[in-house]
């Protein structure tokens, strides 16, 4: 067992996020946000400084804090913004020998419960079958209690 922390809550810069786990003694970090832009999101060039950073300071990547179906991204939103978003992460991931992403479950929009449900979990579903093999798994995140599920071991999916 490690602990490890959602970086850019402690800062937004990388340089501060790597010196805030090291003053807590912690040897992982869990990537999200740098200079507020997702870490699937950034640019290679600015993906490979941060490993550089990471690896040189002595510290393995326990997950990545993504942005899937977040709380930005309702049911309303086409699928394949999460599915891309889970492609650009993966060779990522591999690279820091990361084998988790979090995400969360789609805010409803105004859909009857029910359909929002089954849309929900057969969206899901499609990301665990997208991360099988690649990664250890979706870290799902059930908000409001922020309750975690391996979601490949969900009895749903």
């Known amino acids: 067992m490690y602990f490890s922390g959602i970086a850019d809550e402690a800062h937004e810069d990388i340089d501060r996020q790597i010196e805030a786990h ?15 832009v997702c870490v699937t999101d950034l640019c290679d060039e600015t993906f490979d400084r941060v490993v550089q950073k990471v690896t040189d300071a002595g510290l393995g990547v326990s997950c990545f804090a993504s942005q899937l179906c977040n709380w ?5 939103n086409h699928p394949n ?48 079958e997208i991360a099988e093999g690649a990664v250890s798994g979706l870290l799902l995140v059930q908000a409001p209690v922020h309750r975690h599920v391996v979601v490949r071991h969900h009895p749903l999916l």
């Open 22 to 36: 090291q003053e807590l003694g912690w040897k992982h970090i869990e990537l999200r946000n740098i200079n507020g």
């Open 72 to 76: 930005s991204r309702p049911i309303i």
């Open 81 to 128: 913004i999460d599915r891309q978003e889970l492609l650009r992460a993966i060779p990522r991931m591999q690279e820091l020998g990361c084998s988790f992403i979090r995400t969360m479950s789609y805010p409803n929009a105004g859909w009857p419960e029910e359909k929002w449900r089954d849309e929900a979990i057969t969206r899901l579903r499609e990301l665990a």
